[in-house]
């Protein structure tokens, strides 16, 4: 079987449009603590973002704390984690809210094996579930349009199946 993998942000889904629709959450809220205009916080969360985002790659802080040190950034360092998670929450928050498949993505399928994560997660973000039930004895919720497959091997006549407009 071959496989593809697609890079989801800015490739599949619209990134830039999510990010600023997160950045603008974080600025109604936080806009006047922070002083700063809208444009301003976007160009010091870009900063940030490549200051402490290669350290995450790196595996030399976790995601959480990545998260922290770029609020730290916006705050000050005096800034606790339960504020930086509180913050950070209202901009994910949007930006997870604002996940839209580009217009040339007409028609893009995920495929997941957790029924909340995957198959309930891809849907609310406009794309086509289909669940890969690895265990048949696994209860089946109803919901319309999910496509079910039990290997990677039916993957191929399901999208087959599918029109492509």
């Given at each position: 079987?071959?496989?593809?993998?697609?890079d989801?942000?800015?490739?599949l889904?619209?990134?830039?449009?999510?990010?600023a629709?997160g950045?603008?959450?974080?600025?109604?809220?936080?806009?006047?603590t922070l002083?700063l205009?809208?444009?301003?916080?976007?160009?010091q969360?870009q900063?940030s973002?490549e200051r402490?985002?290669p350290?995450?790659l790196?595996?030399?802080?976790?995601?959480?704390e990545?998260?922290r040190?770029?609020?730290?950034?916006?705050?000050?360092?005096?800034t606790?984690?339960?504020r930086?998670d509180e913050?950070f929450?209202?901009?994910?928050?949007?930006y997870?809210?604002?996940?839209?498949p580009?217009d040339?993505?007409?028609?893009a399928s995920?495929?997941?094996?957790?029924?909340?994560k995957?198959v309930?997660g891809?849907?609310e973000?406009?794309?086509?579930?289909?669940?890969l039930?690895?265990?048949?004895s696994a209860a089946?919720?109803?919901?319309p349009g999910?496509?079910v497959?039990?290997?990677?091997h039916?993957?191929?006549?399901?999208?087959?199946?599918?029109p492509?407009?």
């Open positions: 079987m071959r496989v593809i993998f697609f989801v942000d800015g490739t889904l619209d990134d830039e449009t999510a990010i629709r950045l603008d959450a974080l600025h109604v809220s936080y806009g006047a002083g205009g809208r444009d301003a916080l976007g160009h969360w900063q973002l402490h985002f350290r995450f790196a595996g030399e802080i976790s995601t959480d990545q998260r040190a770029r609020m730290r950034d916006l705050f000050g360092s005096v606790t984690a339960a930086c913050a929450a209202v901009y994910l928050d949007a997870e809210n604002a996940w839209a580009y040339d993505v007409r028609r995920f495929i997941g094996d957790d029924w909340a995957d309930v891809s849907r973000a406009g794309l086509q579930p289909i669940w039930r690895r265990e048949p089946q919720p109803v919901l999910v496509r497959i039990e290997t990677l039916e993957l191929g006549a399901v999208l087959a199946a599918e492509l407009a």
